[in-house]
């Protein structure tokens, strides 16, 4: 079965940066779509970003355009995050996921099929 790990979370002050990995097991990882997802308390789980199978392609919510880059290494088969400038508003559990049916951009959460047990990420003001 597919497995999702994600790792890299911690605490961290406002202004630093964090490097979130996510390593996938079971499936062709390259045949996947994938992306990262945040959850807050008490608020939905939402895209951050995404990254075609190739990786030629990316998306990110507006809210981190600029900071975080998402990228993958298929050799290794792991997504990555890249988290630049934090601030307290992205203290979340982020979450990556999969989509083995599609290889472009995958933007809706509904869409993925597998998903990793969550990383907390916390930054201090």
């Known amino acids: 079965q597919v497995q999702l790990v994600e790792s890299g979370g911690g605490l961290v002050q406002a202004g630093g940066s964090l490097r979130l990995s996510c390593a996938a097991s079971?499936?062709?990882?390259?045949?996947?779509?994938m992306g990262w997802f945040r959850q807050a308390p008490g608020k939905e789980r939402d895209l951050v970003a995404a990254?075609?199978?190739?990786?030629?392609?990316?998306y990110y919510t507006n809210s981190v355009k600029g900071r975080f880059s998402i990228s993958r290494d298929n050799a290794k088969n792991t997504v990555y995050l890249q988290m630049n400038s934090l601030n307290p508003e992205d203290t979340a559990v982020y979450y990556c996921?999969?989509?083995?049916?599609?290889?472009?951009?995958?933007?809706?959460?509904?869409?993925?099929?597998?998903w990793g047990q969550g990383t907390q990420v916390t930054v201090s003001s």
């Open positions: 990254i075609s199978w190739s990786g030629a392609r990316s």
């Open positions: 079971g499936r062709t990882f390259s045949r996947a779509a």
């Open positions: 996921a999969a989509d083995f049916s599609a290889q472009a951009l995958v933007v809706g959460r509904e869409e993925y099929d597998y």
